[in-house]
């Protein structure tokens, strides 16, 4: 089977620094990536990792190590509009199949 | 801007009925997808197709089927609606496997 096992609700006050994990275990492994959803809004894409190591754009960093099939988001100085669930994503194969964990809920609290 | 259009957004249906969900994007993706989402239980693949009449089950294909015959454009079928298949279907597209998913804004579908 394939599982991407990721916290179900994570809590943080606005200027805080968060870090929401993932773990997955698929029977392919191409990359990694996150998403964020806005209640009632689609998800939007925020990075994508192929390897080892830690990607950063502006307050987002994400992180992944293939051997330990683990990968990271790294949200800085959080912002009530980042409250928010943020789903994990494993491309499983060359022709790109995506699967998703089932996101965890941020909140950002005054 | 990318845009990928999905046709209803809120749709009812008695069970046993066929349903057409449609989904159109507009910037030459080869790759095209359908999710469903449900409360706790994140995104999951129903099906996707990387190319015009290419297609590949996904994590829950059962009672679902698909067709692709022009690029631009991905239906979703479903056969003989059930009341379990009352969830928000979601629509994407890519271009290449690396590329970022662009979604469209959900169809809503309630089965009594």
């Known amino acids: 089977g394939q599982s991407l096992e990721q916290p179900s609700e994570v809590t943080a006050v606005e200027g805080a620094i968060v870090q929401i994990n993932c773990t997955y275990q698929?029977?392919?492994?191409?990359?990694l990536s996150w998403y964020q959803q806005h209640d009632g809004g689609a998800p939007t894409f925020l990075s994508y990792?192929?390897?080892?190591g830690l990607e950063e754009t502006g307050r987002f960093s994400s992180f992944l190590s293939r051997s330990d099939s683990y990968g990271y988001l790294l949200l800085q100085e959080l912002q009530m509009k980042d409250s928010a669930s943020y789903f994990c994503?494993?491309?499983?194969?060359?022709?790109?199949?995506?699967?998703f964990g089932q996101g965890t809920e941020l909140s950002v609290k005054p | 801007d990318v845009k990928v259009t999905q046709s209803s957004r809120y749709l009812v249906k008695r069970t046993g009925e066929k349903v057409f969900l449609e989904c159109v994007q507009d910037?030459?993706?080869?790759?095209m997808f359908w999710y469903r989402q449900d409360p706790g239980l994140g995104l999951r693949l129903i099906y996707f197709?990387?190319?015009?009449?290419?297609?590949e089950k996904g994590d829950i294909p059962e009672g679902y089927s698909v067709s692709r015959e022009k690029k631009e454009r991905f239906s979703l079928i479903l056969e003989s609606a059930s009341t379990n298949q009352t969830s928000m279907y979601l629509c994407?597209?890519?271009?290449?496997?690396?590329?970022?998913?662009?979604f469209g804004e959900g169809s809503r579908l309630t089965v009594l």
């Open positions: 990792n192929a390897l080892d």
């Open positions: 197709s990387y190319d015009v009449k290419m297609k």
């Open positions: 698929t029977s392919g492994f191409y990359g």
């Open positions: 910037m030459d993706h080869e790759n």
């Open positions: 994407a597209s890519r271009t290449g496997v690396t590329g970022e998913l662009f």
């Open positions: 994503a494993v491309r499983a194969n060359q022709g790109g199949k995506l699967i």
